[in-house]
């Protein structure tokens, strides 16, 4: 079962976990020739989550909706080169270590928000204790 | 869970780094040798890297690293004129390794370095699974 108010933590997570794999490829392919580096879009992801995602019922235009990830993966685009190699490898290791970290401190943040909502759910079980 | 591939991935980018840095190793022990008939000689040796993605999980954008072969250099042997050393050929020349000493210490040094930030990705990736672990404690 799927509590919808941990859904979209999950999903954020999801494809946080995706992209980590996908940058840990091009940081292990950076001295094999031909390897082109890859990445994948959060945008994207979250456009097409808007497209998919259940919504809620609003009682004015100024009301947001909230958004969730999309269960089915994120795209996976080949990153354009910064600079031209005679091996026609694409992986720029600094570009991808400065991705790298950046995508560990959201893989962080979405699981302190998950932690932080599994925490609210169990307080109002025990009633505020 | 996706985040376990990483090791996968990672893994086989050491290994191959290993081999390299073996490889090298291996050059620079021979940087010296000479000999007099050039089909002995010792010749540079470099790993061939492929990228390889069938095996992990048929995921897309996720690719480990795979040594195709080790080939030999295909750089001129260098040819000297020394008729007093024993292994010298009838006209007096012997043969030198065709070892490039500094293109190898960048190797090693590029070797080393990619080493590193594998080790380094592990070791983030294993942080984010054992957080993840300790979730709703």
Redo the contacts between chains.
């Keep these: 079962m799927e509590i919808p108010a941990l859904a979209q933590y999950e999903r954020a997570l999801q494809f946080r976990a995706q992209r980590n794999e996908v940058l840990s490829s091009n940081i292990a392919n950076a001295d094999t020739p031909n390897y082109k580096a890859r990445d994948l879009d959060f945008g994207q992801a979250l456009k097409s989550a808007r497209q998919s995602s259940i919504s809620m019922t609003t009682t004015s235009d100024l009301h947001t909706q909230a958004w969730g990830m999309t269960k089915q993966g994120a795209q996976t685009l080949y990153r354009v080169p910064t600079q031209p190699t005679l091996d026609g490898n694409s992986v720029s290791m600094d570009v991808e270590q400065a991705q790298f970290a950046e995508n560990a401190l959201q893989y962080r943040a979405s699981l302190a928000f998950l932690d932080g909502s599994i925490r609210t759910l169990r307080m109002a079980i025990k009633g505020g204790e | 869970?996706?985040?376990f591939?990483?090791f996968d991935?990672?893994g086989?980018?050491m290994n191959?780094?290993s081999v390299?840095m073996n490889v090298t190793a291996s050059n620079l022990a021979n940087a010296g040798s000479v000999s007099g008939d050039p089909d002995k000689v010792y010749r540079a040796k470099h790993p061939?890297?492929?990228?390889f993605?069938q095996s992990l999980a048929g995921?897309?954008?996720?690719?480990?690293?795979r040594i195709d072969g080790i080939v030999d250099s295909a750089a001129p042997l260098q040819l000297r004129y020394q008729p007093d050393h024993p292994e010298a050929d009838a006209d007096g020349n012997v043969y030198a390794t065709n070892v490039n000493t500094v293109e190898e210490m960048v190797n090693m040094m590029?070797?080393s370095r990619?080493y590193k930030?594998?080790v380094e990705?592990i070791n983030?990736?294993k942080?984010?699974l054992l957080?993840?672990l300790s979730?709703?404690r």
Excluded: E
């Design positions: 869970m996706g985040l591939n990483v991935v990672a086989s980018a191959a780094q390299r061939v890297f492929s990228t993605s995921q897309s954008g996720v690719a480990g690293v590029s070797a990619s930030n594998n990705m983030t990736t942080d984010l957080q993840t979730l709703g």
